[in-house]
C-alpha cells in the first residue's frame, strides 16, 4: 500500500479538531478549534508579519509557553464564551485567544509574551471554526515548517519559563495541579481588581 | 492501492478526552445554590450554580449573586496563593453566575468525622480529631494572615481529598471578604466555626480546641487579636442564649 500526500508538507491527522461550548453545558452552541503543531520553522518574522496586516486569520501560539492541550482548550473557551456575549477585549478571535493565554491584564504585552517570536522555531497555530480542515490547510502552506504530532508538545515546554509568567515559582506542583493552577489563574482574571 | 490522506472527512472528528457533560439532577441543593456534577474539557467537574431567589428583590438578588460569584473566584484564587488548597477554577460564567471548578473526590470533613466516630475507639477519635483540627487551624489562620475571611467555615465546607484528613480543601467562598479585615471579624470567623461544629458533631470539644491550637501557631500577626475577639463573641453569643 502506498500513501500517497498531496501536499507533502501537510499530513492530516497532525491537526486535530477540538470541540468547544461558548456557554458550557448550553449543547445548542457550539464551536470548534483546530490546532496543529509546527517544528523548524523557519519563516517566523514573515508570519508575524502576515499575523499583523491580516494576510493570516489564526493565532500563532509560543508553544514552549502551552502547558499542554488543556490549558490552550480552556483559554480557547474563554474565547469564544467572551465573542458570545461581546466582550471581547481585542479585535478578533485569535488574538483573544493569545490574550486568553495570558495571567495579564495588559493585551499588548499579552500579545507579545504569548504569540510568536521573530526566533521562534516552533509554534502552535490555532484556528476557531475550521471543521473541514481547509483553513488550516492553506495556513500550513504560508508556514515553513513540520507539521508536528502534537504529542511532541510536551518536549517543547518550558516549566520553569510559565511558572515565572503565571507566578508559581514557590510550590511544588504535579503535572496535573500545575495546569489547574494555570487554569485557575486564566479564569480568575476576568475578576482581578 | 494508494490512499489520499488528504481526504477531508478523514478530518471532521474531534478529539476525544476533552467532552462536556453534566449530570441533570444536582448532587446538592441548597438555599443559595445548586450543585451539578459534570465534565468540563474531559476533566471531573462540578457547577455551581446560583439561582434566583423569588423571596428577594430581583434586582438586589440578581446584584448578590454576581457579587458572591466574585467573592468566591477571588476567595478561591487567594487561598491557593497563600498555600490553602482550594479547587482549580475552570471557567466562570458571570452572566449566568456559574462557576465550573474542579470536582474534589473523598468527602467533607463532616462525613469524616462521622465515620472515624464508627471506626475508633474513644482515644484514637480524640487523637485523629486533634491533628485533623491542628491542619484546619494551621490553614484558617494562613488565610486570616492573608487577610482573607471565609465567612461560612463549617465541616461540610471542608473537603478531604480521597478522604484524606491530611488533605484538606476548603469550598464555598462565597461569603469570603478580603483586604481590610478586622480581629473582629476573624473572630467570628472563628466563632461560626466553633458553633457549626458544636451543632453537627456531639462530643466533638477536641476538634475545635485543636484548631484554635493550630490557628495559634501558625501565628500571623493578627492571631492573638483574633483569639481575643473570639472570647468576646463568645461572651455576647451566651448571653444573648440567656435571654433567649
Ligand atoms: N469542588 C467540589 N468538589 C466536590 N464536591 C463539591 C465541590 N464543591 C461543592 N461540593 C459539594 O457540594 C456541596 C455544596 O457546595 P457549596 O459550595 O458548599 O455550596 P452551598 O453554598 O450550597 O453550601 C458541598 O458541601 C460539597 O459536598
Ligand atoms: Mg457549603
Redesign the pocket.
Known amino acids: 500500500m502506498i500513501y500517497r500526500r498531496k501536499n507533502s508538507r501537510m499530513s492530516p491527522g497532525l491537526s486535530r479538531l477540538y470541540q468547544l461550548q461558548p456557554d458550557p453545558y448550553d449543547n445548542t452552541q457550539k464551536a470548534t478549534i483546530r490546532i496543529c503543531l509546527f517544528t523548524e520553522v523557519t519563516n517566523a518574522v514573515e508570519l508575524r508579519e502576515k499575523v499583523r496586516n491580516g494576510e493570516i486569520d489564526a493565532a500563532l501560539i509560543r508553544p514552549e509557553l502551552v502547558y499542554g492541550v488543556y490549558v490552550l482548550l480552556a483559554a480557547a473557551n474563554r474565547t469564544v464564551h467572551q465573542m458570545a456575549h461581546n466582550r471581547m477585549a481585542t479585535r478578533s478571535l485569535s488574538a483573544e485567544l493569545i490574550y486568553s493565554l495570558s495571567p495579564s491584564r495588559n493585551i499588548s504585552d499579552s500579545l507579545v509574551t504569548f504569540g510568536i517570536a521573530e526566533k521562534s522555531t516552533a509554534l502552535l497555530a490555532a484556528v476557531f471554526d475550521d471543521k473541514s480542515g481547509s483553513a488550516m490547510k492553506k495556513l500550513c502552506k504560508q508556514i515553513a515548517g513540520k507539521p508536528t504530532d502534537m504529542g511532541e508538545l510536551n518536549e517543547l515546554i518550558n516549566a520553569k519559563q510559565i511558572r515565572k509568567i503565571y507566578q508559581l515559582t514557590d510550590a511544588v506542583y504535579n503535572d496535573d495541579s500545575l495546569s489547574d493552577h494555570i487554569t485557575s489563574r486564566l479564569v480568575y482574571k476576568d475578576f482581578a481588581s | 492501492m494508494d490512499v489520499d490522506m488528504n481526504d477531508e472527512t478523514a478530518e471532521e472528528k474531534y478529539e476525544e478526552g476533552f467532552g462536556f457533560e453534566m449530570d441533570r439532577k444536582p448532587?446538592?441543593q441548597?438555599?443559595?445554590?445548586r450543585?451539578f456534577k459534570s465534565m468540563y474539557l474531559g476533566k471531573p467537574s462540578?457547577i455551581?450554580q446560583r439561582f434566583a431567589k423569588k423571596y428577594r428583590h430581583s434586582t438586589l438578588d440578581e446584584r448578590l449573586n454576581k457579587h458572591r460569584v466574585r467573592a468566591e473566584v477571588k476567595g478561591i484564587m487567594k487561598a491557593k496563593q497563600v498555600g490553602v488548597e482550594t479547587?482549580a477554577l475552570y471557567f466562570v460564567d458571570g452572566e449566568r453566575n456559574e462557576i465550573v471548578?474542579?470536582?474534589?473526590?473523598g468527602c467533607?470533613a463532616k462525613e469524616w468525622i462521622e465515620k472515624i466516630r464508627k471506626e475508633n475507639d474513644e482515644k484514637e477519635f480524640k487523637d485523629n480529631l486533634s491533628s485533623f483540627g491542628i491542619l484546619l487551624g494551621t490553614k484558617v489562620g494562613k488565610l486570616h494572615a492573608a487577610s482573607v475571611v471565609h465567612g461560612d467555615l463549617t465541616t461540610?465546607?471542608v473537603?478531604l481529598r480521597d478522604g484524606n484528613p491530611q488533605q484538606i480543601v476548603l469550598?464555598?467562598f462565597?461569603l469570603c471578604s478580603q483586604m481590610k479585615i478586622t480581629a473582629e471579624e476573624k473572630g467570628v470567623d472563628l466563632y461560626v466555626l466553633e458553633r457549626a461544629i458544636a451543632s453537627t458533631h456531639h462530643d466533638s470539644e477536641q476538634l475545635f480546641k485543636s484548631v484554635l491550637e493550630g490557628y495559634e501557631k501558625s501565628g500571623g500577626k493578627g492571631a492573638k487579636g483574633a483569639l481575643e475577639k473570639l472570647e468576646e463573641v463568645r461572651m455576647r453569643g451566651r448571653k444573648r442564649d440567656m435571654i433567649g
Open positions: 448532587m446538592s441548597g438555599a443559595e445554590a450543585i462540578i455551581k479547587p471548578m474542579e470536582r474534589v473526590e467533607s461540610s465546607n473537603l469550598i464555598d462565597g
